[in-house]
Nanobody, 124 residues
């Protein structure tokens, strides 16, 4: 399995921006489709965004569409989540995930490798 480490979380005011990074190691990163999920206190983990191995296909949750952008740099073994116009309801722990497949997926169960998470807090 690939090992994943997220970074870039923090505290930001509503309307602000953050860029999350997820560094992968252990396997050939380009063989993996990647995803971002989040989990707020007392809630289930939910899909945020996903990207195929080639970056040709991307998916977004309706709640973040138009505000968040997922991208990847296979040469750097890294996937990014650019988050703009953040809202208090975006507050959560954000997790990076990898699935050994070409296609992007919105399903938690499709991802075998997970990072430890990074906290994003948006104040109003």
């Amino acid at each position: 399995q690939v090992q994943l480490v997220e970074s870039g979380g923090g505290l930001v005011q509503a309307g602000g921006s953050l860029r999350l990074s997820c560094a992968a190691s252990g396997r050939t990163f380009a063989n993996y489709a990647m995803g971002w999920f989040r989990q707020a206190p007392g809630k289930e983990r939910e899909f945020v965004s996903a990207i195929s191995w080639s970056a040709f296909t991307t998916y977004y949750a309706d709640s973040v569409k138009g505000r968040f952008t997922i991208s990847r740099a296979n040469a750097k073994n890294t996937v990014y989540l650019q988050m703009n116009n953040l809202k208090p309801e975006d507050t959560a722990v954000y997790y990076c995930a990898a699935r050994k497949a070409q296609g992007a997926s919105r399903e938690v169960a499709d991802f075998a490798s997970w990072g430890q998470g990074t906290q994003v807090t948006v104040s109003s």
